[in-house]
Protein backbone atom coordinates (compact mmCIF):
# COMPACT_ATOMS: atom_id res chain seq x y z
CA UNK A 1 0.00 0.00 0.00
CA UNK A 2 1.35 3.29 -0.74
CA UNK A 3 2.25 5.73 1.88
CA UNK A 4 0.23 8.51 0.04
CA UNK A 5 -2.87 6.11 0.74
CA UNK A 6 -4.89 4.15 3.61
CA UNK A 7 -6.01 1.19 4.36
CA UNK A 8 -9.70 1.20 4.05
CA UNK A 9 -13.02 -1.17 3.96
CA UNK A 10 -15.82 -0.78 1.95
CA UNK A 11 -19.60 -2.24 3.01
CA UNK A 12 -22.95 -1.44 1.65
CA UNK A 13 -24.26 -1.46 -2.56
CA UNK A 14 -22.04 -0.34 -5.06
CA UNK A 15 -24.25 2.03 -6.66
CA UNK A 16 -25.42 3.71 -3.21
CA UNK A 17 -24.13 6.89 -2.21
CA UNK A 18 -21.11 7.05 -0.11
CA UNK A 19 -20.34 7.82 3.36
CA UNK A 20 -17.13 7.92 4.98
CA UNK A 21 -16.37 7.54 8.45
CA UNK A 22 -13.20 8.21 10.61
CA UNK A 23 -12.01 6.73 13.45
CA UNK A 24 -10.75 8.28 16.75
CA UNK A 25 -6.96 8.72 17.49
CA UNK A 26 -5.64 5.31 19.39
CA UNK A 27 -8.88 3.44 17.74
CA UNK A 28 -9.37 1.49 14.20
CA UNK A 29 -12.20 1.34 11.71
CA UNK A 30 -14.05 -1.37 14.12
CA UNK A 31 -14.92 1.54 16.71
CA UNK A 32 -18.00 1.88 13.50
CA UNK A 33 -19.04 -1.38 14.15
CA UNK A 34 -22.02 -1.18 15.41
CA UNK A 35 -23.09 1.49 12.85
CA UNK A 36 -22.70 -0.76 10.01
CA UNK A 37 -25.64 -3.01 9.78
CA UNK A 38 -27.86 -0.29 9.53
CA UNK A 39 -26.19 2.66 7.67
CA UNK A 40 -25.36 0.11 4.77
CA UNK A 41 -29.07 0.24 4.40
CA UNK A 42 -28.79 3.48 3.11
CA UNK A 43 -25.19 4.07 1.82
CA UNK A 44 -22.15 2.66 1.04
CA UNK A 45 -19.88 2.98 4.04
CA UNK A 46 -16.00 3.47 3.61
CA UNK A 47 -14.27 3.30 6.62
CA UNK A 48 -10.43 3.86 6.87
CA UNK A 49 -7.73 3.51 9.60
CA UNK A 50 -5.19 6.34 10.32
CA UNK A 51 -1.75 5.37 9.72
CA UNK A 52 0.27 3.09 12.11
CA UNK A 53 -3.56 2.01 12.94
CA UNK A 54 -5.14 -1.51 12.96
CA UNK A 55 -3.51 -3.20 10.10
CA UNK A 56 -2.33 0.05 8.65
CA UNK A 57 1.44 0.47 7.52
CA UNK A 58 3.31 2.60 9.45
CA UNK A 59 3.92 6.05 7.43
CA UNK A 60 3.22 8.64 9.85
CA UNK A 61 1.39 12.46 8.72
CA UNK A 62 2.65 15.37 11.19
CA UNK A 63 -0.19 17.27 10.11
CA UNK A 64 -4.43 17.07 9.65
CA UNK A 65 -3.98 18.38 6.25
CA UNK A 66 -1.82 15.49 5.12
CA UNK A 67 -4.43 13.46 6.61
CA UNK A 68 -7.18 14.74 4.63
CA UNK A 69 -4.96 14.88 1.28
CA UNK A 70 -3.82 10.75 2.10
CA UNK A 71 -8.06 10.10 2.32
CA UNK A 72 -8.86 12.16 -0.90
CA UNK A 73 -6.11 9.65 -2.79
CA UNK A 74 -7.26 7.01 -1.59
CA UNK A 75 -11.08 7.89 -3.11
CA UNK A 76 -10.28 9.20 -5.76
CA UNK A 77 -8.00 5.31 -6.48
CA UNK A 78 -11.82 4.04 -5.71
CA UNK A 79 -13.66 6.38 -8.05
CA UNK A 80 -15.33 8.88 -5.47
CA UNK A 81 -15.98 12.09 -5.82
CA UNK A 82 -18.62 13.05 -3.73
CA UNK A 83 -19.07 11.82 -0.13
CA UNK A 84 -20.56 12.33 3.28
CA UNK A 85 -18.32 12.48 6.04
CA UNK A 86 -18.81 11.53 9.87
CA UNK A 87 -15.58 11.35 11.97
CA UNK A 88 -14.66 11.16 15.39
CA UNK A 89 -12.39 13.29 17.43
CA UNK A 90 -9.13 13.30 14.75
CA UNK A 91 -11.76 12.03 12.14
CA UNK A 92 -13.96 14.95 12.84
CA UNK A 93 -10.84 17.27 12.44
CA UNK A 94 -10.65 15.50 9.25
CA UNK A 95 -13.55 16.04 7.89
CA UNK A 96 -13.41 19.63 9.32
CA UNK A 97 -10.50 20.22 6.98
CA UNK A 98 -11.99 18.25 3.93
CA UNK A 99 -14.89 20.56 4.21
CA UNK A 100 -12.63 23.63 4.36
CA UNK A 101 -10.02 22.62 1.46
CA UNK A 102 -12.63 20.48 -1.04
CA UNK A 103 -16.61 22.50 -0.48
CA UNK A 104 -17.05 20.68 -3.39
CA UNK A 105 -16.49 17.23 -2.54
CA UNK A 106 -18.42 17.16 0.96
CA UNK A 107 -21.90 16.75 0.35
CA UNK A 108 -22.70 16.95 4.59
CA UNK A 109 -20.55 16.84 7.82
CA UNK A 110 -21.26 15.11 11.16
CA UNK A 111 -18.73 15.79 13.77
CA UNK A 112 -18.25 13.48 16.93
CA UNK A 113 -16.75 14.30 19.54
CA UNK A 114 -15.08 16.82 17.93
CA UNK A 115 -13.52 20.16 18.34
CA UNK A 116 -12.16 23.69 16.42
CA UNK A 117 -8.73 23.15 18.53
CA UNK A 118 -7.74 20.03 20.86
CA UNK A 119 -6.51 21.03 23.97
CA UNK A 120 -3.10 22.67 23.71
CA UNK A 121 -0.36 22.31 21.96
CA UNK A 122 2.08 22.06 24.56
CA UNK A 123 -0.40 19.12 25.80
CA UNK A 124 -0.06 16.93 22.96
CA UNK A 125 3.71 17.50 22.52
CA UNK A 126 4.33 16.55 26.02
CA UNK A 127 1.89 13.18 24.96
CA UNK A 128 4.89 12.82 22.46
CA UNK A 129 7.54 13.17 24.97
CA UNK A 130 5.72 10.36 26.88
CA UNK A 131 5.00 8.20 24.84
CA UNK A 132 8.93 8.31 23.22
CA UNK A 133 10.40 7.81 26.45
CA UNK A 134 7.84 5.06 27.71
CA UNK A 135 5.60 3.56 24.84
CA UNK A 136 2.15 3.75 24.76
CA UNK A 137 1.23 1.81 27.80
CA UNK A 138 0.70 4.33 30.03
CA UNK A 139 -1.39 6.10 27.39
CA UNK A 140 -3.67 2.57 26.88
CA UNK A 141 -3.84 1.87 30.39
CA UNK A 142 -5.87 5.59 30.93
CA UNK A 143 -7.84 5.10 27.77
CA UNK A 144 -11.18 3.40 29.19
CA UNK A 145 -10.98 6.57 32.09
CA UNK A 146 -11.11 8.98 29.16
CA UNK A 147 -12.90 7.39 26.40
CA UNK A 148 -16.47 6.10 28.56
CA UNK A 149 -18.22 6.57 31.52
CA UNK A 150 -17.44 4.79 34.55
CA UNK A 151 -20.75 3.05 34.86
CA UNK A 152 -20.54 1.50 31.07
CA UNK A 153 -16.87 0.46 31.45
CA UNK A 154 -18.15 -1.60 34.51
CA UNK A 155 -20.73 -3.29 32.60
CA UNK A 156 -18.89 -3.64 29.54
CA UNK A 157 -15.03 -5.38 30.67
CA UNK A 158 -14.50 -6.87 27.38
CA UNK A 159 -14.99 -3.74 25.09
CA UNK A 160 -12.58 -2.10 27.83
CA UNK A 161 -9.84 -4.39 27.15
CA UNK A 162 -10.33 -4.34 23.83
CA UNK A 163 -9.76 -0.47 23.58
CA UNK A 164 -6.58 -0.99 25.40
CA UNK A 165 -5.38 -3.29 22.85
CA UNK A 166 -6.37 -0.89 20.03
CA UNK A 167 -3.96 1.63 22.06
CA UNK A 168 -1.48 -0.90 22.33
CA UNK A 169 -1.17 -1.97 19.20
CA UNK A 170 -1.18 1.25 17.53
CA UNK A 171 2.30 2.34 15.95
CA UNK A 172 4.61 4.66 18.67
CA UNK A 173 5.82 6.61 16.22
CA UNK A 174 2.46 7.59 13.87
CA UNK A 175 0.80 8.27 17.34
CA UNK A 176 3.34 10.62 18.03
CA UNK A 177 3.20 12.57 14.64
CA UNK A 178 -1.05 12.14 14.85
CA UNK A 179 0.10 14.14 17.90
CA UNK A 180 1.67 16.72 16.47
CA UNK A 181 -1.08 16.78 14.14
CA UNK A 182 -3.35 17.70 16.44
CA UNK A 183 -0.67 20.22 18.66
CA UNK A 184 -1.07 22.37 15.32
CA UNK A 185 -4.52 21.98 14.52
CA UNK A 186 -6.79 25.06 14.93
CA UNK A 187 -9.59 26.00 12.84
CA UNK A 188 -11.54 28.07 15.23
CA UNK A 189 -11.47 31.11 13.15
CA UNK A 190 -12.13 28.99 10.09
CA UNK A 191 -15.24 28.09 11.16
CA UNK A 192 -17.61 30.32 8.87
CA UNK A 193 -16.20 28.73 5.80
CA UNK A 194 -17.27 25.51 6.26
CA UNK A 195 -20.28 25.50 4.02
CA UNK A 196 -22.36 22.58 4.19
CA UNK A 197 -24.88 21.05 6.74
CA UNK A 198 -23.36 19.57 9.90
CA UNK A 199 -24.38 17.52 12.74
CA UNK A 200 -22.37 17.66 15.80
CA UNK A 201 -22.52 14.82 18.37
CA UNK A 202 -21.02 14.93 22.27
CA UNK A 203 -21.59 12.90 25.00
CA UNK A 204 -23.14 14.93 28.07
CA UNK A 205 -20.19 13.45 30.48
CA UNK A 206 -17.54 13.71 27.50
CA UNK A 207 -14.35 15.27 29.19
CA UNK A 208 -11.60 14.94 26.42
CA UNK A 209 -13.94 17.50 23.73
CA UNK A 210 -16.51 18.61 25.88
CA UNK A 211 -19.63 20.27 25.17
CA UNK A 212 -18.54 23.74 25.50
CA UNK A 213 -16.27 22.62 22.08
CA UNK A 214 -19.20 21.34 20.46
CA UNK A 215 -20.76 24.40 21.52
CA UNK A 216 -18.06 26.34 19.82
CA UNK A 217 -18.16 24.37 16.47
CA UNK A 218 -22.31 24.71 16.29
CA UNK A 219 -21.46 28.62 16.80
CA UNK A 220 -19.15 28.73 14.39
CA UNK A 221 -20.38 27.10 11.20
CA UNK A 222 -22.76 28.56 9.80
CA UNK A 223 -25.58 25.62 9.08
CA UNK A 224 -24.69 23.68 12.43
CA UNK A 225 -26.92 22.06 14.81
CA UNK A 226 -26.10 20.20 18.10
CA UNK A 227 -27.24 16.61 19.55
CA UNK A 228 -26.27 15.91 23.22
CA UNK A 229 -26.07 12.46 23.94
CA UNK A 230 -27.29 12.03 27.50
CA UNK A 231 -24.81 9.81 29.98
CA UNK A 232 -21.85 9.44 27.58
CA UNK A 233 -18.58 10.07 27.53
CA UNK A 234 -16.20 10.51 24.28
CA UNK A 235 -16.25 7.29 22.22
CA UNK A 236 -20.14 8.29 22.18
CA UNK A 237 -19.93 5.55 18.58
CA UNK A 238 -19.17 2.52 21.07
CA UNK A 239 -21.24 3.52 24.43
CA UNK A 240 -24.08 4.95 22.70
CA UNK A 241 -24.29 2.64 19.34
CA UNK A 242 -28.26 3.03 18.40
CA UNK A 243 -28.44 7.04 19.09
CA UNK A 244 -25.66 7.50 17.19
CA UNK A 245 -26.84 5.65 14.64
CA UNK A 246 -30.01 7.09 14.23
CA UNK A 247 -28.38 10.55 14.44
CA UNK A 248 -26.42 9.95 11.29
CA UNK A 249 -29.09 8.08 9.39
CA UNK A 250 -32.03 11.34 10.27
CA UNK A 251 -28.76 13.70 9.31
CA UNK A 252 -27.29 12.50 6.19
CA UNK A 253 -30.62 11.55 4.64
CA UNK A 254 -31.91 15.02 5.51
CA UNK A 255 -28.66 16.90 4.74
CA UNK A 256 -28.12 15.46 1.46
CA UNK A 257 -27.88 18.09 -0.98
CA UNK A 258 -25.97 16.42 -3.70
CA UNK A 259 -26.30 17.43 -7.70
CA UNK A 260 -25.67 14.53 -9.72
CA UNK A 261 -22.99 14.70 -11.89
CA UNK A 262 -19.99 12.85 -12.89
CA UNK A 263 -19.42 10.08 -10.43
CA UNK A 264 -21.76 11.78 -8.47
CA UNK A 265 -24.52 10.14 -6.74
CA UNK A 266 -28.01 11.12 -6.81
CA UNK A 267 -29.94 11.32 -3.08
CA UNK A 268 -31.55 8.91 -1.50
CA UNK A 269 -34.60 8.23 0.40
CA UNK A 270 -37.66 10.38 1.60
CA UNK A 271 -36.61 13.20 3.98
CA UNK A 272 -36.86 11.88 7.50
CA UNK A 273 -37.44 13.90 10.73
CA UNK A 274 -34.60 16.08 11.86
CA UNK A 275 -33.08 14.86 14.93
CA UNK A 276 -34.11 16.91 18.14
CA UNK A 277 -31.09 19.32 19.05
CA UNK A 278 -30.04 22.08 20.76
CA UNK A 279 -30.55 25.93 19.72
CA UNK A 280 -26.80 27.07 18.77
CA UNK A 281 -25.28 29.33 21.27
CA UNK A 282 -24.92 32.99 20.25
CA UNK A 283 -21.46 33.75 18.89
CA UNK A 284 -18.59 34.42 21.46
CA UNK A 285 -16.07 37.44 20.91
CA UNK A 286 -12.67 35.76 20.17
CA UNK A 287 -10.25 36.52 23.79
CA UNK A 288 -8.53 39.94 23.47
CA UNK A 289 -5.03 39.72 22.35
CA UNK A 290 -2.25 39.61 25.51
CA UNK A 291 -0.68 42.95 25.56
CA UNK A 292 2.57 42.22 25.11
CA UNK A 293 4.85 45.47 25.26
CA UNK A 294 6.59 45.28 22.44
CA UNK A 295 7.42 48.36 19.97
CA UNK A 296 7.02 46.89 16.22
CA UNK A 297 2.95 46.43 15.89
CA UNK A 298 2.73 43.00 14.30
CA UNK A 299 1.79 43.71 10.97
CA UNK A 300 5.20 45.72 10.59
CA UNK A 301 7.19 42.53 11.48
CA UNK A 302 7.28 40.84 8.40
CA UNK A 303 8.37 36.89 7.72
CA UNK A 304 10.91 36.47 10.34
CA UNK A 305 9.25 37.48 13.38
CA UNK A 306 6.22 35.02 11.69
CA UNK A 307 8.32 32.25 11.12
CA UNK A 308 10.19 32.63 14.12
CA UNK A 309 7.15 33.03 16.50
CA UNK A 310 6.12 29.58 14.99
CA UNK A 311 8.82 27.80 15.81
CA UNK A 312 9.60 29.18 19.30
CA UNK A 313 5.76 28.07 19.84
CA UNK A 314 6.43 24.77 18.91
CA UNK A 315 10.14 23.96 20.32
CA UNK A 316 9.37 25.67 23.87
CA UNK A 317 5.62 25.51 24.04
CA UNK A 318 3.09 27.58 23.96
CA UNK A 319 3.21 28.23 27.91
CA UNK A 320 6.59 29.20 27.94
CA UNK A 321 6.06 31.97 25.37
CA UNK A 322 3.04 33.08 26.73
CA UNK A 323 4.57 34.11 30.01
CA UNK A 324 7.82 35.74 28.07
CA UNK A 325 5.07 37.95 25.82
CA UNK A 326 2.78 38.49 29.21
CA UNK A 327 5.83 40.19 30.81
CA UNK A 328 7.67 41.55 27.60
CA UNK A 329 7.48 45.58 27.89
CA UNK A 330 8.79 48.91 27.01
CA UNK A 331 12.13 48.12 28.18
CA UNK A 332 12.67 44.18 27.08
CA UNK A 333 10.21 44.14 23.70
CA UNK A 334 12.91 44.73 21.76
CA UNK A 335 15.37 42.39 22.99
CA UNK A 336 12.57 39.46 23.07
CA UNK A 337 11.69 40.55 19.39
CA UNK A 338 15.01 39.86 18.28
CA UNK A 339 15.91 36.71 19.97
CA UNK A 340 12.15 35.64 17.91
CA UNK A 341 13.94 37.01 14.37
CA UNK A 342 17.30 36.37 14.97
CA UNK A 343 17.48 33.02 16.91
CA UNK A 344 14.30 31.40 15.91
CA UNK A 345 13.12 33.35 12.62
CA UNK A 346 16.41 32.99 10.83
CA UNK A 347 19.29 30.57 12.66
CA UNK A 348 16.47 27.66 14.11
CA UNK A 349 14.71 27.89 10.59
CA UNK A 350 17.62 27.02 9.16
CA UNK A 351 17.25 23.77 6.72
CA UNK A 352 21.42 22.73 7.29
CA UNK A 353 20.46 20.91 10.49
CA UNK A 354 16.61 19.25 11.77
CA UNK A 355 15.55 20.63 15.29
CA UNK A 356 17.13 17.65 16.95
CA UNK A 357 20.66 17.93 15.67
CA UNK A 358 20.09 21.95 16.74
CA UNK A 359 18.82 20.36 20.00
CA UNK A 360 22.14 18.80 21.00
CA UNK A 361 24.43 21.82 20.00
CA UNK A 362 22.83 24.03 21.80
CA UNK A 363 22.69 21.79 25.07
CA UNK A 364 26.43 21.46 24.33
CA UNK A 365 26.98 25.03 24.32
CA UNK A 366 24.71 25.52 27.24
CA UNK A 367 26.58 22.97 29.35
CA UNK A 368 29.87 24.66 27.99
CA UNK A 369 28.88 28.40 29.26
CA UNK A 370 27.38 27.11 32.79
CA UNK A 371 24.05 28.53 31.40
CA UNK A 372 21.89 26.39 33.86
CA UNK A 373 18.35 28.08 33.70
CA UNK A 374 18.55 28.45 29.98
CA UNK A 375 18.93 24.09 30.32
CA UNK A 376 16.46 23.55 31.76
CA UNK A 377 14.26 25.36 29.15
CA UNK A 378 15.81 23.90 26.50
CA UNK A 379 16.29 20.06 28.22
CA UNK A 380 12.75 20.33 28.23
CA UNK A 381 12.92 21.60 23.76
CA UNK A 382 15.04 18.71 23.18
CA UNK A 383 12.85 16.16 24.73
CA UNK A 384 10.03 17.77 22.45
CA UNK A 385 12.50 17.75 19.13
CA UNK A 386 12.43 14.41 19.35
CA UNK A 387 15.89 13.43 21.74
CA UNK A 388 15.27 10.66 24.48
CA UNK A 389 16.64 10.55 27.55
CA UNK A 390 19.42 8.47 26.80
CA UNK A 391 20.39 10.00 24.07
CA UNK A 392 20.87 13.38 26.24
CA UNK A 393 22.55 11.68 28.49
CA UNK A 394 25.51 10.84 25.77
CA UNK A 395 25.13 14.21 25.15
CA UNK A 396 26.30 15.04 29.05
CA UNK A 397 28.53 12.18 29.03
CA UNK A 398 30.83 13.81 25.88
CA UNK A 399 30.09 17.16 27.47
CA UNK A 400 32.18 15.93 30.36
CA UNK A 401 35.15 15.09 28.22
CA UNK A 402 35.07 18.56 26.25
CA UNK A 403 33.78 21.21 29.01
CA UNK A 404 34.47 20.06 31.61
CA UNK A 405 33.33 17.54 35.02
CA UNK A 406 32.09 20.19 37.40
CA UNK A 407 29.82 21.53 34.26
CA UNK A 408 28.77 17.86 33.06
CA UNK A 409 28.26 17.43 36.79
CA UNK A 410 25.72 20.63 37.17
CA UNK A 411 23.76 19.28 34.03
CA UNK A 412 22.99 15.77 34.84
CA UNK A 413 21.37 17.73 37.79
CA UNK A 414 19.22 19.78 36.44
CA UNK A 415 18.35 17.48 33.05
CA UNK A 416 17.80 14.55 35.48
CA UNK A 417 15.24 16.82 37.31
CA UNK A 418 13.50 17.76 34.27
CA UNK A 419 13.04 14.68 32.79
CA UNK A 420 11.69 13.25 35.27
CA UNK A 421 8.92 16.01 35.32
CA UNK A 422 8.20 15.95 31.62
CA UNK A 423 8.40 12.27 31.06
CA UNK A 424 6.02 10.75 34.12
CA UNK A 425 3.00 9.51 32.79
CA UNK A 426 -0.28 11.48 34.43
CA UNK A 427 -1.58 9.25 37.13
Not at 46 to 58: C, E, Y
Not at 116 to 138: C, E, F, H, S
Not at 202 to 231: M, N
Request: glycine share 10%; hydrophobic share 40%.
Amino acid sequence: MSEKTLQHRIDGPDDAPVLVLGASLGTTWHMWDRQIPELTRHWRVIRFDLPGHGGSPAHPASSIAELADRLVTTLDGLGVERFGYAGCNIGGAIGTQLALTRPHRVTSLALVSSSPRYGTADAWRQRGVVIRTNGLDPIARTAPEHWFTGGFAGAQPAIVEWAVQMVRTTDPGCYIAACEALASYDVRSSLGRVGVPTLVVVGSEDQVTPTTDARTLVAGIPDASLALVPGTSHLVPVEQPAAVTELLIRHFTTAWHDKPGPGGPAAIGAAAPKPQIAPPPPPQSAPAAIESGLTQPEAARGGTYDQGIKIRREVLGDAHVDRVEATADEFTGDFHDFITRYAWGETWSRPGLDRRTRSIVTLTALVARGHLEELVLHTRAALRNGLTPTEIKEVLLHTAVYCGVPAANSAFAVAQRVIREETTPEA
